[in-house]
Nanobody
């Protein structure tokens, strides 16, 4: 079995910073892309940032210049450093990873349980 466990969410004032972490564990042969999505109440889930195994990154326009995604392949962990947070960043943040398991041929999408980020004064 494969699990993604997020941490680092919480309540922060506008202009503040948070760092999210997501660790993958289990019968993992290789992790390809990893990413962060978010979903606010009444809205669709949207991609925030993604990173390939080689380190190429992709960001939503709304977070460019404020958020930074990174990963530690040795620890099967992806991070999201969020700076200059705004109230509109308030959402549940979900980790996603494209993973090939040991003995498997195909890759599958796995999701974490989500961590809440609330930006409010």
């Amino acid at each position: 079995q494969v699990q993604l466990v997020e941490s680092g969410g919480g309540l922060v004032q506008p202009g503040g910073s948070l760092r999210l972490s997501c660790a993958a564990s289990g019968s993992i042969f290789r992790i390809y892309s990893m990413g962060w999505y978010r979903q606010a109440p009444g809205k669709q889930r949207e991609l925030v940032a993604a990173i390939t195994s080689g380190g190429s990154t992709n960001y939503a326009d709304s977070v460019k210049g404020r958020f930074t995604i990174s990963r530690d392949n040795a620890k099967n962990t992806v991070y999201l450093q969020m700076n200059s947070l705004k109230p509109e960043d308030t959402a549940g943040y979900y980790c996603n990873a494209d993973i090939q398991k040991y003995g498997g041929t195909w890759t599958y999408d796995y999701w974490g349980q989500g961590t809440q980020v609330t930006v409010s004064s």
